[in-house]
């Protein structure tokens, strides 16, 4: 119950498409949803999060849909760069336990 | 300091000798997490510290995994009796134990084993 199951695992997008990556869960007790972007090399850095109060939330090209009955929130890149190509992590927290529980992981390729 | 810190950045060890890895969090975070990250995989839980409480454990993998925080700041993993399954990149992440805040990571310390 304290998975968070994302896929897909890789992506390969072409150049101003749309990347989409979906995570699930099955705790109803989480309440805030983070997508974190990691390069190679690097640590994976907080790129959008968002809370169950809100169902959309945009940072520029970025979006986390978010569906509390379906319990699953996605992330969209619209216009898609060769500078996303990274892999990306979604996570959930529940409530006083700050502590993240992390999806799996997918690598996004954008084709220039 | 800005960010935090890791130390060494690679590692080249012989199997069956021991390797200490530190960690430099944030001034004033609280938290401090190790994560395991094999080529290509996820992250996997090793530990966590907040404040002055007694540490998660639960996510080394063998006895030959330890790790301390000294002073509710520097962290070192020590890992004892290194095998070939141990290489892997070690992440740090430090948090203000207050939701909202999100991790930061550092740049991870790439530890081979030969």
């Known amino acids: 119950q304290q998975q968070v199951k994302q896929s897909p695992q890789s992506l390969i997008v072409q150049k101003g498409g749309i990347s989409i990556i979906n995570c699930a869960y099955e705790n109803t007790a989480f309440d805030y949803f983070p997508w974190y972007q990691q390069f190679p090399g690097k640590g994976p850095a907080l790129l959008i999060a968002?809370?169950?109060d809100v169902s959309e939330k945009k940072e520029g090209r970025f979006t986390i849909s978010f569906n509390k009955s379906a319990k699953q929130f996605s992330l969209h890149i619209m216009d898609s760069q060769p500078g996303d190509s990274a892999t990306y992590f979604c996570a959930a927290s529940e409530g006083s336990n700050y502590q993240l529980i992390w999806g799996a992981g997918t690598k996004l390729i954008i084709k220039p | 300091g800005a960010g935090v810190s890791q130390s060494p950045s690679n590692k080249v060890t012989e199997k069956g000798k021991d390797v200490e890895l530190r960690c430099d969090p944030i001034s004033g975070h609280t938290a401090l997490y190790w994560y395991r990250q094999s080529l290509g995989q996820g992250l996997e839980f090793l530990i966590y510290f907040q404040g002055n409480s007694a540490p998660d454990k639960s996510g080394l993998p063998s006895d030959r995994f330890s790790a301390e925080r000294t002073g509710g700041s520097v962290s070192t993993l020590t890992i004892q009796r290194t095998q070939q399954e141990d290489s892997a990149v070690y992440l740090c992440?430090?948090?203000?134990?207050?939701?909202?805040?999100?991790?930061?990571f550092g740049s991870g310390t790439r530890l081979t084993v030969v």
């Open positions: 992440a430090s948090s203000l134990r207050q939701q909202g805040n999100g991790y930061t």
């Open positions: 968002i809370r169950p």
